[in-house]
């Protein structure tokens, strides 16, 4: 559906999210950078704990567009879509994340799996069905091979298996679901990862472009986090070294005496999968009281 194009009140700014694949993913980010969105079953329009937001749930795929066209300030979508729309827009922040992992995904080039091609160029006059036709169209004339790039509406890695087409380009995060299929890939057509976009002229505007900030800062802050505990022990002075020694640190510990004690409390940040095997540890060097604490944002 699309937003509504009336003009938003000063000391709003229109947000985009997506929907599908990626909502639930970016609510859960949004959730631990302190905005709180409510999704009704049927409503375009989100509720968020912010009246300095006004929020528009949209498909993905349109989100640049409607970014780039002033529909919306700002959006969040990924950057195959912005760069298959050719959305004219500035990119604010890289927020790597998706609905599996922390990392960036791929639309890879895939053939049959027990087929002959093992090269781009053996698919000259062949044809090759995606959801992101532009960008694949555009990447083969790079590679100077001329292929037949056909549009698929889903369930693409199924379009080889019925004959209508020689290849797939698809978006992968581990390249179970193709290899699934009986489909091997052969190259990488694009690598994405999703952004935080704002239109151009919402930026000239003091509020918009501050609020902007505040939305990448937050965010990216809340995936800095991700994996990460921060753990807090109390350790005799003798035994402070030995302690710090064992610590993996963002940088040196804190380290602050208690009251009237030769004691010190410590006070770090370290990845959740270390924390299992590092307390034992601590305990051996002679730290006591250790506590394990979540992080929502890291600054």
Excluded at 106 to 130: F, H, K, N, Y
Aim: net charge negative; aromatic share 6%; proline share 5%.
């Amino acid at each position: 559906m699309t937003p509504s194009p009336e003009e938003a009140p000063r000391g709003i700014l229109r947000l985009g999210i997506p929907k599908g694949s990626l909502e639930q993913a970016t609510l859960e980010l949004f959730a631990r950078s302190g905005w709180k969105i409510t999704v009704g079953s049927r409503s375009y329009f989100p509720g968020v704990n912010d009246p300095e937001l006004s929020l528009t749930i949209s498909r993905a795929q349109e989100i640049s567009r409607y970014v780039a066209d002033g529909v919306l300030d700002a959006g969040i979508t990924g950057r195959d879509w912005r760069l298959e729309n050719g959305s004219d827009v500035e990119v604010v922040e890289e927020l790597v994340y998706s609905k599996v992992s922390a990392r960036p995904c791929r639309w890879v080039l895939a053939v049959p799996g027990d087929g002959p091609v093992t090269e781009v160029s053996q698919l000259a006059g062949r044809t090759v069905a995606t959801e992101l036709p532009g960008v694949t169209g555009r990447w083969f004339a790079g590679k100077g091979v001329d292929v037949k790039v056909e549009f698929s509406w889903g369930a693409t890695e199924a379009k080889v298996a019925a004959g209508l087409a020689d290849a797939i380009v698809e978006v992968t995060e581990t390249g179970s679901t193709i290899k699934a299929h009986g489909l091997r890939i052969i190259d990488e057509v694009l690598v994405t990862a999703t952004e935080l976009l704002a239109n151009r002229e919402a930026l000239k505007d003091p509020f918009k472009k501050a609020k902007i900030g505040q939305l990448a800062l937050l965010l990216k802050a809340a995936l800095a986090a991700e994996g990460m505990v921060g753990i807090k022990m109390n350790v005799r002075e003798a035994d402070v070294d030995a302690v710090v020694d064992l610590l993996p640190s963002l940088r040196a510990p804190t380290v602050a005496h208690l009251y009237r004690a030769e004691w010190l409390s410590v006070e770090t940040v370290v990845s959740r999968n270390v924390v299992r095997d590092l307390i034992p540890r601590l305990l051996s060097r002679g730290a006591e009281g250790i506590i394990e604490y979540p992080l929502n944002k890291m600054i």
